[in-house]
């Protein structure tokens, strides 16, 4: 038989099929092109209609669209699609048969006043939160950082409005990943409080897209137990600059590209003091800290497949006080006391931190990305301080009707104290290595490859003398040197390397209902302790009612909409081998036998779009549970974390975290959070102070907050938008704390609830959007405007930790120590 026969019919009758297509297309002519986000990725079942025509199309998975339409007229496009802004495009009229590109790129969600949060992007991922920080320069801030609208969001938390720090679903500062640009980033060793910590390493005007998850996250990211914060920056196709003031410090940047845009640049710098809110705390004196840096990112596009980029940041941080006094009333309404001390000496804390990265990015194919990263991070860290003090408490008058109303009463006991230390790390951690993405079909494919070496010196000298009306005497040795309470002197030097590697894919199983498989498979190996770790990690997410309303929303059946629910799901090992300080223990000793801890969290949530008073608002929710076990035992005094280094204990965490927003006030998006939690380990091999052995039982932990409730709140008035105003309330139940005597079965006590309120009020002078540009200023600034922040508004006294008093008759008191009261702070925010 003749092959070449049906094949020939074949070939015929396709033509013949084809041959209408053909003849249609040659009366008319064809638009076509990609639709991508913000950060270049394309976006699917983009809805495309041309307006007065009966022309209607979609994008597909690779954002890729193609319309045919009328020849000789001018045309208007408009691009809608589910939490973006449409996009409108007018085309000049097109020559007979003429096929012209338009790409298109869309923003998400709906244009706000101050903040946007956009969320339809990826919406099948599990605890996924995506920020616009272009949109929160509003909110009142006292840190400076970008981490307090995380704050904000269910299942995170801080008790600190002064450090950039937070917990996630009763996890630790250490258990957090950032990476900007596909580089981990790094925080200094030695900070102990929040007023020591400087600048974060985030600098908001520089970045493009951030993305947070709480759990559940996906292999490519790296070996933690609690959180994921993703950081892309920009990379620029025009000149822009801005100028962030205030009263405490001032921010600016400035970004552009050449005319041919073959290379970009970010360039930001900053300056930061928390001097002026400082003042407001207990203890009193010469505050003198100074925090700056500098960053920039350079690209440099070779060709059209090709990138090499430059990501260069340094940072001087430099935190000095002299303390003079410190007067605190505590206690309650029928009993409360004062302690007064008063102080010699002064507490110096510097560190200079620098990271550098080169990243190489090839696309040999649409559908392939291959990248080689190298990065290194280096800091040299400085503490110094020796601070001796006088005190004495006593209880004050309560009767409101007595003449010594609030005046001391009775001397409850004095006391002398000395602080010292003289402590130094240098640390340098390196490493080079692999990511790639390949997307075929229904499948999005990544795999990555990493080796990092690390070097970390530790200088440890310091001890604390306590006397308490002359009851602690220190004891002399054998060679005649006093033996002190809380001495500690080490020298250490740490050299390991890592390995890790990980693949995952992401599987759409049906377009329809938006079903998504995410899996994959992560290893880690550390030199240290010769341990390898594999943690598998699974994700699914879909639509149920997807397909019903779009046939609804086109018009092909009738019918009431359905709730618009996205279904997820997520289960995973999540190892984090130790990095420094869980290996060291109380005594500066490290501990060679220590072993990745390990969390397994079962994740199952969804989100619903609805609509209320004729606006759109979201409501999210998800259940959690993480199984803990190989823990590391650790005590947090105020932001300072020490390791018992050790992997006896096990424990859970558990809770439900829900967030609903939207336009409360139309135009203006704010949103309310409330997360239940509860977290819990059992301590084996732990002792009391007579060395009698503690039966295991469990015990809450650390970061037990068993209730918090956050709100962030943007409205305007009514006749003049130009006046705005944001407020953001955080609520936090009390920590659990007790005696500093390294016995975690002894911290049973609760600190008060964590409230605060601080509120903006900005005057717009220049719109971005403004389009009548008729005098110098709105011709040379893109926008403007000018804030009053209130920080504190209730005045309330949070407390962050306490020192332990003891009186004539032993028994011990623990004084709070107070963050920052009441505030007013001035800021102008100037684009260009």
Request: net charge positive; aromatic share 14%; proline share 4%.
């Amino acid at each position: 038989m003749n092959v070449f026969k049906p094949l020939s019919f074949c070939l015929a009758l396709g033509l013949l099929c084809l041959l209408p297509l053909v003849t249609q297309a040659q009366k008319n002519a064809v638009v076509f092109g990609n639709i991508t986000d913000s950060i270049g990725q394309p976006i699917a079942d983009v809805n495309i209609l041309v307006v007065g025509k009966n022309i209607t199309g979609g994008s597909n998975d690779k954002g890729y669209y193609q319309l045919q339409v009328p020849s000789g007229v001018e045309l208007e496009l408009v691009f809608t699609y589910v939490g973006r802004q449409a996009y409108k495009q007018k085309i000049e009229p097109l020559q007979l048969g003429e096929k012209r590109k338009v790409t298109i790129q869309m923003e998400y969600g709906v244009s706000l006043q101050t903040f946007v949060l956009r969320e339809e992007r990826e919406r099948e991922k599990v605890s996924m939160y995506t920020i616009d920080p272009r949109k929160i320069e509003a909110l009142p801030n006292v840190s400076g950082s970008f981490e307090s609208i995380l704050k904000t969001l269910p299942g995170v938390n801080s008790n600190t409005e002064l450090s950039s720090q937070y917990n996630v679903r009763g996890g630790n500062y250490d258990e957090n990943l950032i990476y900007v640009n596909d580089i981990e980033i790094y925080r200094p060793f030695l900070p102990r409080s929040g007023q020591q910590e400087g600048l974060s390493f985030i600098h908001s005007e520089l970045v493009q897209n951030i993305k947070f998850s709480a759990g559940g996250f996906e292999a490519r990211y790296g070996d933690k137990m609690s959180s994921v914060l993703d950081i892309k920056y920009k990379d620029p196709k025009k000149f822009a600059a801005s100028l962030n003031a205030g009263l405490m410090g001032v921010q600016t940047h400035v970004e552009g590209a050449s005319d041919n845009l073959r290379f970009t640049y970010l360039i930001g710098a900053r300056y930061w003091s928390n001097k002026y809110v400082l003042g407001t705390l207990d203890t009193k004196g010469d505050y003198q800290p100074s925090f700056y840096d500098v960053q920039t990112l350079l690209n440099f596009h070779l060709k059209e497949n090709l990138t090499v980029s430059f990501l260069g940041s340094y940072a001087q941080n430099r935190y000095l006080f002299v303390p003079q006094n410190r007067e605190t009333t505590f206690g309650t309404v029928n009993r409360a006391y004062r302690l007064n001390i008063y102080f010699d000496g002064a507490d110096l804390m510097q560190y200079q931190t620098a990271t550098a990265a080169a990243t190489v990015s090839y696309k040999p194919t649409p559908f392939t990305q291959l990248k080689l990263i190298a990065s290194t991070f280096y800091s040299n860290e400085n503490e110094i301080f020796t601070v001796e003090g006088a005190y004495r408490m006593s209880d004050i008058e309560t009767d409101m009707g007595s003449d010594n109303f609030a005046q001391a009463r009775n001397l409850k006991g004095v006391g002398y104290f000395i602080n010292n230390a003289r402590n130094a790390v240098i640390a340098n951690v390196s490493n080079i290595g692999h990511r790639g993405y390949h997307s075929l079909g229904k499948n999005n494919l990544q795999w990555g490859a990493f080796f990092q070496s690390e070097k970390i010196q530790d200088k440890l000298h310091e001890w604390y003398y306590d006397d308490s009306s002359g009851f602690s005497r220190p004891t002399l040795d054998t060679n005649g040197n006093f033996n002190l309470s809380n001495y500690l002197d080490s020298r250490l030097n740490l050299q390991s390397y890592r390995l890790n590697g990980y693949v995952q894919n992401s599987q759409t199983i049906n377009k329809t209902y938006n079903a998504v498989l995410t899996y994959g498979l992560r290893a880690n190996y550390w030199s240290y302790n010769e341990q390898t770790v594999v943690s598998p990690r699974v994700q699914f997410g879909f639509e149920p009612n997807r397909l019903h309303n779009r046939l609804i929303r086109e018009k092909v059946i009738e019918g009431k909409r359905r709730k618009d629910w996205m279904l997820r799901a997520a289960y995973g090992w999540y190892y984090q081998p130790p990095f420094y300080r869980e290996l060291r223990n109380f005594e500066g000793v490290l501990n060679p036998n220590i072993k990745a801890q390990r969390a397994i969290h079962y994740v199952l949530g969804g989100d619903v779009n609805f609509r209320a008073w004729n606006r759109p608002f979201k409501f999210v929710t998800e259940l959690y549970y993480k199984q803990l076990d190989n823990l590391i035992p650790y005590e947090i005094d105020n932001v300072r974390i020490r390791y018992f280094a050790n992997n006896n204990s096990s424990g859970y965490a558990t809770g439900i975290d829900m967030r609903v927003n939207g336009e409360f006030v139309k135009g203006a998006e704010s949103w309310a959070s409330l997360s239940f939690m509860k977290t819990e380990e059992k301590i084996t091999d732990a002792k009391d102070a007579q060395g009698n052995a503690i039966t295991p039982h469990y015990i809450p932990r650390p970061t037990d907050q068993r209730f918090t409730f956050a709100i962030y709140f943007q409205d305007y008035l009514r006749h003049n938008s130009k006046i705005r105003m944001s407020l953001n309330l955080v609520y936090g139940a009390g920590l659990p704390f007790g005696v500093p005597d390294h016995n975690r079965y002894n911290d049973v006590y609760r600190m008060p609830s964590y409230r605060r309120v601080d509120m903006g009020l900005n005057r717009v002078l220049i719109a971005e959007n403004t389009k009548e540009r008729d005098n110098f200023w709105k011709r040379n600034f893109k926008s403007a405007w000018i804030g009053l922040e209130v920080f504190n508004l209730l005045g309330v006294n949070n407390t962050i930790s306490y020192i332990w008093i003891e009186d004539v008759s032993a028994n011990r008191y623990a004084v709070p120590n107070y963050l920052t009261n009441r505030r007013i702070n001035l800021r102008l925010m100037l684009k260009f």
